[in-house]
């Protein structure tokens, strides 16, 4: 008789990953306003590409990220952040 294991067995035991839910960092610290003249807060949620990181990888809620890309658009108009990343601006193509 074959005795079949179930999928937690054949992995060693440990059974599904659950991954660590994120927590939105400006509900940690009760942050309603994001200013968009701190320009050194703002560019650590822009890529290298330039582009305003998403949600899921963030872990922001949905009001803050709302606040937070509008906080980005308006840096980037006033020329505080850059629309482009500097490699490409470089180039010129």
Do not use: W
Request: glycine letters at 8%.
């Amino acid at each position: 008789m074959v005795r079949t294991r179930s999928e937690g067995e054949r992995r060693g035991g440990k059974g599904r990953y659950v991954p660590k839910r994120k927590i939105c960092a400006f509900c940690m610290e009760k942050i309603d306003v994001i200013d968009y003249k701190d320009a050194n807060k703002l560019s650590s949620y822009i890529s290298n590409r330039g582009k305003i990181v998403p949600r899921r990888k963030l872990g922001t809620c949905a009001k803050h990220q709302r606040l937070l890309a509008q906080a980005i658009k308006r840096a980037r108009h006033i020329a505080l952040l850059p629309f482009a990343p500097s490699h490409i601006q470089k180039s010129g193509s």
